[in-house]
């Protein structure tokens, strides 16, 4: 029997920031799938919930507390928020990854006029009920009204 830690739901993110004078950054990383996260999964697969209705990804949260001394910080699946405030809080576009049925991504966009003045280090999968799905830091974005940036989330179960 597998226990907590061995659980393989895997995600991964992909930052694309552009500018308006058409220059374009891609980040790709692993996040983390938190263990509120697994616990839907199984609550959603066994019915224990009676209704669904809380445990679906609707929104992506992003602040500004997930670095320090400019080191990312360590995600531990036990987290429940971020590590500071949210500064940003986005509805997520959901699909199924017409290539991989396992694999979800979870879209959003950071507009021109989203944050700005933000560094945004961090950011979180959230489910309808209010709890973390899924979480991840990342090396300062200093948010500009010259930026858009399009976040691509994919959690694949595996």
Not at 13 to 33: A, L, P, S
Not at 42 to 52: H, M, N, Q, R, S
Not at 97 to 107: H, M
């Given at each position: 029997?597998?226990?907590?830690?061995?659980?393989?739901?895997?995600?991964?993110?992909?930052?694309?920031?552009?500018?308006?004078?058409?220059?374009?950054?891609?980040?790709?990383?692993?996040?983390?799938?938190?263990?509120?996260?697994?616990?839907?999964?199984?609550?959603?697969?066994?019915?224990e919930?009676?209704?669904?209705?809380?445990?679906?990804?609707?929104?992506?949260?992003?602040?500004?507390?997930?670095?320090?001394?400019?080191?990312?910080?360590?995600?531990?699946?036990?987290?429940?928020?971020?590590?500071?405030?949210?500064?940003?809080?986005?509805?997520?576009?959901?699909?199924?990854?017409?290539?991989?049925?396992?694999?979800?991504?979870?879209?959003?966009?950071?507009t021109?006029?989203?944050?700005?003045?933000?560094?945004?280090?961090?950011?979180a999968l959230?489910?309808?009920?209010?709890?973390?799905?899924?979480?991840?830091?990342?090396?300062?974005?200093?948010?500009?009204?010259?930026?858009?940036i399009?976040?691509?989330?994919?959690?694949?179960?595996?």
């Amino acid at each position: 029997m597998k226990n907590d830690s061995q659980i393989e739901c895997e995600g991964f993110y992909e930052i694309i920031i552009e500018t308006i004078d058409g220059d374009k950054t891609e980040i790709h990383r692993k996040n983390t799938v938190l263990k509120t996260g697994r616990l839907a999964l199984v609550k959603v697969i066994t019915a224990e919930t009676g209704t669904y209705t809380s445990l679906y990804i609707s929104r992506i949260i992003f602040g500004t507390n997930g670095t320090s001394g400019g080191q990312t910080k360590f995600v531990d699946v036990n987290r429940t928020g971020l590590f500071g405030p949210t500064v940003l809080d986005k509805t997520v576009f959901a699909s199924i990854d017409s290539l991989n049925s396992t694999q979800a991504i979870f879209s959003t966009i950071v507009t021109y006029t989203d944050a700005n003045g933000s560094t945004l280090n961090e950011m979180a999968l959230v489910m309808n009920d209010g709890s973390l799905y899924s979480m991840a830091t990342f090396g300062d974005i200093v948010k500009t009204n010259t930026m858009q940036i399009t976040f691509n989330w994919r959690i694949n179960y595996i």
